[in-house]
């Protein structure tokens, strides 16, 4: 079964930063697209940005030239870079296979709050 472990996240003011990193067991990695999620209170979880196995990056209009995904396939690893962080920017991130999240149980996710 695999895991996905979120981590990174936390208390930042608006225009602040943070990198989310999310561990992923597993040996079949690096053939995967990955992505991250949010789910804000009262709404449903979206997703914000997505990496191809070859590295191509695709980010949704909300946090374009803002947030940055990577991936590190020796470390089974896949990161978000948040920069000018918004109050609307608040909720639990997660990480999990894209377009389509395929894992299942999803990870506990990271929480990110923004506010001053």
């Known amino acids: 079964q695999v895991q996905l472990v979120e981590s990174g996240g936390g208390l930042v003011q608006p225009g602040g930063s943070l990198r989310l990193s999310c561990a992923v067991s597993g040996s079949i990695f690096g053939l995967l697209a990955m992505g991250w999620y949010r789910q804000a209170p009262g709404k449903e979880r979206e997703l914000v940005a997505n990496?191809?196995?070859?590295?191509?990056?695709n980010y949704a209009d909300s946090v374009k030239g803002r947030f940055t995904i990577s991936r590190d396939n020796a470390k089974n690893t896949v990161y978000l870079r948040m920069n000018s962080l918004k109050p609307e920017d608040t909720a639990v991130y997660y990480c999990?296979?894209?377009?389509?999240?395929?894992?299942?149980?999803w990870g506990q996710g990271t929480q990110v709050t923004v506010s001053s």
């Open positions: 999990n296979t894209s377009p389509t999240a395929v894992f299942r149980p």
């Open positions: 990496i191809g196995s070859g590295g191509s990056t």
